[in-house]
């Protein structure tokens, strides 16, 4: 079944980081992905550019309104997702709980509905 593995943190905390803090991050995340691909789990994944580049769209009685910035104003920012193949929502929740992402924010792990 697949997963996707939504990474959440503070975006301030992050950008206000020290370069070599920023490299030990990435490097992290780099090592995580590689495990998922050994693995042959991982399906995707991107990190996500910050909150002030989204844009939220909404339709409501025929008019679409765009407006800049995320959909919620929150303290902790969605910064990326992997996808994963995995057998059940436990194996699902054991790689949540190695991705760098869960120690420095939250993770939430959602099936996905196949189409």
């Keep these: 079944m697949q997963y996707l593995l939504l990474i ?9 980081a020290s370069k070599a803090e920023a490299e030990q991050m990435t490097a992290s995340y780099m090592a995580y992905a590689e495990a998922m691909k050994k693995a ?8 996500l550019r910050p909150v002030t580049d989204a844009t939220t769209v909404r339709v409501a009685g ?10 919620a104003d929150t303290k902790e920012q969605l910064a ?4 994963i193949d995995v057998p059940d929502l436990d194996a699902a929740l054991s790689w949540a709980a190695r991705c760098p992402g869960a120690s420095q924010g939250a993770m939430e792990v959602r099936p996905l509905w196949p189409m």
């Excluded at 959440?8 to 206000?16: C, G, H, N, Q």
């Design 8 to 16: 959440y943190r503070d975006e301030a905390k992050f950008l206000s």
């Design 80 to 83: 990326g997702y992997f996808m």
């Design 62 to 71: 025929g008019k679409t309104s765009v407006l800049n910035g995320p959909y």
């Design 40 to 47: 042959g789990v991982i399906r995707g994944g991107e990190r």
